[in-house]
């Protein structure tokens, strides 16, 4: 009997897919997947709900995407990182940013070749590069601030270097590059000729006294940089999984062309809405980031009333905690106790490093506080279990 490809094999089931089967079986409070159990703004809502009657947009849409929304994305860049972005030949609409980053790779990114990848890492990463027929190549960011070693960055860089993923905001750390590491990397990418694959869905979660630097802002980073971003995060709706990569038109081609063999196209209706999404204007990111304030303020009450330790995360709806002085054992066994005795579910980071380097996050848990008021306020309720 035939069986499955070789490329697939070292996968296996994602961590996201083994919690949520857990948390069901226990009923657990679900903090694991960055899955909000709310919707976003009821208009953006409705102007999808307009596309699918309006007898325009069941069809297929461009291959690109639609034009007002690429319009979107490109003006949307020049208000915020000042950058001029062509919306007919500098953007791509894509099935979501996990897409997105698996099209950056396949449509640059040649077998053989190496690709930089920073961890903690999103899940996705590494599958993409190795499907490519590339080498992941690890530098690792080390608790308990989360930051990476320059010395170990420069050593990953050598004439077989491709290109680099960063995420800023990070996934799953809540930690915000600063414009010094990001210079760094921008440097080492300028001397080495390298290309950036920058995963910056997060752009608009960022708090007190962070700012979002896109990397393609820096000089001498446009040409080489292709930026992700994502309506699932930016705007709440994450079941639409529609995302959009942008930048210089020649890596863009590379993108569009594995795009075209990937998917095609994208959801019509909902680019619809993410289109009107985009003409909200800036008080609505003001008051996204006002609402996830809140929720990163309850789920560090969370964290605290199951005695685990916590640095207030600089972005993202992602925190990491310390559960080193309660438990003795490592993160996905912490994770499984969790579940199985006190009902809350979490994600075990290990399965954001490579086998080296993994033993970094064992002593830590990753919470997503992407949920109602109440689903915190309940996982509050049961963490108190831990202290006694």
């Known amino acids: 009997m035939p069986s499955y490809a070789q490329r697939v094999a070292p996968f296996g089931t994602t961590i996201f897919t083994e919690i949520n089967t857990l948390a069901q079986q226990y009923n657990a409070v679900?903090?694991?997947?960055?899955?909000?159990?709310?919707?976003?703004?009821?208009?953006?809502?409705?102007?999808?709900?307009?596309?699918?009657?309006?007898?325009?947009?069941?069809?297929?849409?461009?291959?690109?995407?639609?034009?007002?929304?690429?319009?979107?994305?490109?003006?949307?860049?020049?208000?915020?990182?000042?950058?001029?972005?062509?919306?007919?030949?500098?953007?791509?609409?894509?099935?979501?940013?996990?897409?997105?980053?698996?099209?950056?790779?396949?449509?640059?990114?040649?077998?053989?070749?190496?690709?930089?990848?920073?961890?903690?890492?999103?899940?996705?990463?590494?599958?993409?590069?190795?499907?490519?027929?590339?080498?992941?190549?690890?530098?690792?960011?080390?608790?308990?601030?989360?930051?990476?070693?320059?010395?170990?960055?420069?050593?990953?860089?050598?004439?077989?270097?491709?290109?680099?993923?960063?995420?800023?905001?990070?996934?799953?750390?809540?930690?915000?590059?600063?414009?010094?590491?990001?210079?760094?990397?921008?440097?080492?990418?300028?001397?080495?000729?390298?290309?950036?694959?920058?995963?910056?869905?997060?752009?608009?979660?960022?708090?007190?006294?962070?700012?979002?630097?896109?990397?393609?802002?820096?000089?001498?980073?446009?040409?080489r940089t292709v930026t992700v971003g994502s309506a699932g995060k930016t705007f709440g709706m994450t079941g639409w999984k529609i995302g959009w990569v942008y930048g210089h038109p020649e890596l863009i081609t590379g993108v569009w062309r594995a795009h075209q063999f990937i998917v095609f196209a994208t959801n019509h209706p909902t680019q619809s809405a993410v289109a009107y999404a985009f003409t909200l204007g800036n008080s609505y990111y003001e008051e996204y980031r006002a609402l996830y304030t809140r929720k990163r303020n309850l789920v560090m009450q969370v964290i605290d009333a199951g005695g685990l330790s916590a640095i207030q995360p600089q972005g993202t709806y992602f925190v990491m905690g310390d559960f080193s002085q309660i438990f003795d054992g490592n993160d996905v066994e912490f994770c499984k106790h969790l579940i199985e005795h006190v009902g809350v579910a979490t994600i075990p980071p290990s399965a954001f490093f490579s086998p080296e380097h993994k033993h970094l996050a064992e002593n830590h848990i990753r919470f997503a506080f992407c949920k109602s008021d109440e689903t915190l306020e309940k996982a509050a309720e049961k963490m108190v279990k831990l202290r006694q």
């Open 30 to 223: 679900n903090l694991g997947q960055g899955r909000p159990d709310f919707d976003g703004p009821q208009d953006i809502v409705d102007a999808g709900a307009e596309a699918l009657k309006s007898g325009t947009a069941n069809q297929y849409a461009p291959g690109p995407g639609l034009l007002s929304l690429r319009e979107g994305v490109a003006n949307h860049a020049g208000v915020f990182y000042n950058l001029d972005i062509d919306a007919n030949s500098g953007v791509i609409v894509t099935a979501g940013a996990t897409q997105g980053v698996f099209s950056s790779i396949m449509g640059l990114v040649d077998p053989g070749e190496e690709v930089i990848i920073i961890e903690p890492y999103f899940d996705s990463y590494v599958p993409g590069v190795m499907m490519a027929g590339a080498k992941p190549v690890f530098v690792p960011m080390h608790p308990p601030n989360w930051t990476f070693i320059e010395e170990e960055l420069r050593a990953a860089f050598n004439e077989n270097t491709r290109a680099i993923i960063l995420n800023t905001p990070n996934n799953p750390t809540g930690r915000v590059y600063t414009r010094e590491e990001l210079q760094l990397i921008a440097d080492l990418c300028i001397e080495h000729d390298v290309i950036c694959i920058s995963d910056e869905v997060y752009e608009h979660l960022i708090y007190e006294g962070q700012e979002h630097i896109a990397i393609a802002s820096l000089d001498g980073m446009f040409e």
